[in-house]
């Protein structure tokens, strides 16, 4: 089976996390990505876990496979130069820098556009490219408090709390390559390339869900809440003898059944629990705490069996070993082996996008620093080491 | 402008969040999109919040704008006979069953493909079309749990606790997409068309970051940590008088004039903060306590315009009636309004894509329930009104 992106040429300037999880899939789905970092390789290369023998970025590592390495200041006249020639036959330029940068560097879509008038040119940003705070840098952490995800994330009684991973930078780089596929199928129609502009304080604000209009049409201003839902009762994250579980049971059949599970019939005839509404309106604390008096008595792998075949939502809270070594992450491919030159075997997360006819795959492991300036720009050997001493490369 | 999906026929069986987030995509940008609800609506038209003078669901509404709303009973003959002559000429099909229900309810990917050989097939689900528990019910709590989130979210000393709005179903639904625009691109060269397979519980552990290679590669298995990054320092969330910000000082220059900022030149000199490892590794607890200190004295707007003027990350962790109204959202176009012909004027999220040659909009409120079932179907009064008394509508 081919790929769906095989025969494209993409040109990616970007470093770090949003932008470099957006070429990725251009990698994994076929594409020819030729990554440009600077001289001495982009800034992630730092970013642990580092392997002791070779140095190498595990960081790094998973979210540039696929991808070929090379290196350009494009701050010098002849790097600027090999740019240019390098976009000219480009389908897609991807970039992350904060906005107004590509201008300063005289490689903005303007610029871009007049060497190749069709290119799809895609920016992923902290705040985007335009709007009134378009200039300022931005972690993920940032993104996350501003776009209102910390204030509905943590326990009532505690301080707001970050998404543990870097969750604005992922998503606005799978949002970004939505936008990437929107302007393929556009392009392939028309001829006509674009410009993709993705900002992550955009991103998690469009996460927020029924927040919003709970805001706009209800009048209430929601706030974090923990693991209880307020529309379904019980739901919840419950401890038990070796860690948790998280369950719900989301109707009345089901709390039947729940009921009877955990030995408490009498919850049947209790009026406070009668339908979903009053069992959210009861939960806290007597439900709660009964529910919490049972989960206690058992394993969480006991407690998933029994809701498994009562039929009843439950899972345990996995930490990322268990959600390695998970048999369904197994079976569906969710953990890849890599080769690499230097650090051997790497073992990294898989294809999330399962394509009957053109699936992704991990084909080639992350380059070295530059592995593939000679290839891309078409140099030899001593050209290239002239390059490198005059701090093109 | 044109819109990209324009002329585009999309069936619409998905239900609640992660299915119809991605053909909300597909009708913001331009496909004719036609939602199949069971008879008498899907259950997200009872979910909060309800407008009281028309009973119309704001959760709904949000994620169904631009949408065609029909009703159909898929389990009377009459009704599956209608279905299938429906697909017949469709581009799209998107469902969000659990896995080994559409075969039950005979519209499989096989079976449609038999009717329609160049369809494209999405299906989005808790555990995907195949693997030990692709059978298993699953609420975003219970892939946020399993795919290794939870475990990775909150405070060191606290229980793990949830992403508060459900992250799991709306970035299945942003992958989702991502697979029908790879699928579109590949039907527009070849022809043919494919099944998409995305679960939720691969979903999050998509999004774990280093995490996985940390263990894989470093061997050690990360555990929450609050606000406070492992690699960086300072990296946190503060309380200041009226909130907190986040707020993140990413190297030595950086420090440098933080330090100055809150009038601490002596950490300059001071050995367990001369670079950023040794920041990391001492962070906890002088420098902390110091920041802290210093914070409690500013409102978060100060911190704000004080940190933008250094150039330092920072941001207000903002509620969500902050994020709606603040300019820089409003400035994008983040949230926009819609016309409802019961509910009156909605104001909702909106489209997160900037794309500069064929961008998204919002132009059709969502719909009543089977308001289009005459137009969609080419039904009269007379038959729509025998279909409904058959049960069929």
Known sequence: MGKVFEGLKVVDLTTALNGPFCTMFLGDYGADVIKIEPVGGEQSRSWGPIDEKSGESGFYGFVNRNKKGCTLNLKSEKGLEMFYELVKDADVLVENYRGGVTERLKIDYDTIKKINPNIIYASGSGFGQYGPITHRPCYDIVAQAMGGMLNLTGFKENDPVKVGPSVADHVAGIYLMVGVGMALYHREKTGEGQHI?????????????????????????????????????????????????????????????????????????????????????????????????????????????????????????????????????????????????????????????????????????????????????????????????????
Not at 223 to 238: C, K, L, Q, T
Not at 355 to 377: D, I
């Open 197 to 393: 502009d993705v900002s992550m304080f955009d991103v998690i604000f469009s996460l927020l869900e029924n927040a919003i209009v709970n805001y706009t049409m209800g009048g209430f201003i929601p706030e974090r809440n923990g693991n209880v839902d307020p529309s379904i009762a019980p739901f919840d994250v419950y401890a038990c003898k070796d860690g948790f579980v998280a369950l719900g049971v989301g109707n009345d059949k089901l709390f039947n059944k729940f009921a009877n599970i955990i030995g408490h019939q009498e919850l049947l005839e209790d009026e406070r629990y009668k339908d979903n509404v009053s069992r959210c309106d009861n939960y806290i604390p007597d439900l709660q705490n009964l529910i919490r008096e049972w989960c206690a008595d058992y394993t969480k792998s006991e407690i998933e069996d029994i809701m498994d075949e009562a039929g009843i939502p439950c899972g345990p809270v996995l930490n990322v070993k268990e959600a390695i070594e998970h048999p369904h992450i197994q079976a569906r491919d969710m953990m890849v082996h890599c080769e690499h030159p230097t650090v051997g075997d790497m073992y990294f997360q898989g294809c999330v996008i399962k394509l009957s006819e053109t699936p992704g795959e991990v084909e080639t492991a992350p380059p070295l620093v530059g592995q593939h300036n000679r290839e891309v720009f078409g140099l030899s050997e001593e050209e290239e080491k002239a390059l490198i001493e005059e701090g093109v490369l």
